[in-house]
């Protein structure tokens, strides 16, 4: 393994002679490390990506409002005010786009109460309702949020083969880019918890070369390659 102390620099032009980092993070394990991560900036993250996802919702509820405002079945999905109200209101327009708004609030709702294997099951047939109701941009934006957050909550329940569902989203084209990347930097950050910085570098290098250079979480990823030294130049494995 390279000596932490050689004078070696990276090759011109590469980016990675732009990171600087923080002392606290020189002389502590992988462990402390994420922990120093997380403390530092887990109001942020939690506040960017819970700012995107809460918008993504909000613009597709009030698109499909929007379209149904002047039809009663506009007026049944404004009332529904919790998740039997919302349930019984997909199952009784199911077909309809709202239908697919009301099971992504309930998936929410029970995301944010812990409920993570109900949540996954109520995104799920969110997903199942977006696909049902038709093919509009806003529909297929929907469906892929909740095919997201179903792997999410199943994630963050210990479940096997979430991480591959996550990745699926990661490297599915037709899902939107803002997706796309939240899925690719939630990889990155399960690999950095696994302590597996090569994975991890990969994740990140897939938003280099398959977002647009200005993608919505780029900070996000800058600010995890600057906190996280084993990202600036992973280690390969020993080969067997």
Known sequence: MPDASSNKQPPAGDDRNLVIVDDDFVNADAEDRLWLFWERNKENIVRGTTAVVIGILGFLAYYFWNEDRKEKIGEEYTACQDEAARKAFAKKHEGEPLAAVAYAEV??????????????????????LAALAGKSPALQALGARTRLYAALARQEAGEAGAEDAIAAVANDTSVPETLRGFAML?????????????????????????????????????????????LIAPVAPAKK
Request: no cysteine.
């Open 107 to 128: 998936g929410d709702d029970l995301k944010k109460a812990n409920k993570l294997a109900d949540a996954a099951k109520a995104y799920n047939e969110a997903t199942r």
């Open 186 to 230: 939630t990889l990155a950050n399960i690999a950095v918890a696994k302590n597996d910085p090569v994975k991890a570098r990969k994740s990140l290098d897939d938003m280099d070369k398959k977002l647009r250079a200005d993608h919505v979480w780029r900070q996000d990823k800058d600010s995890l390659v600057q906190s996280e030294p084993s």
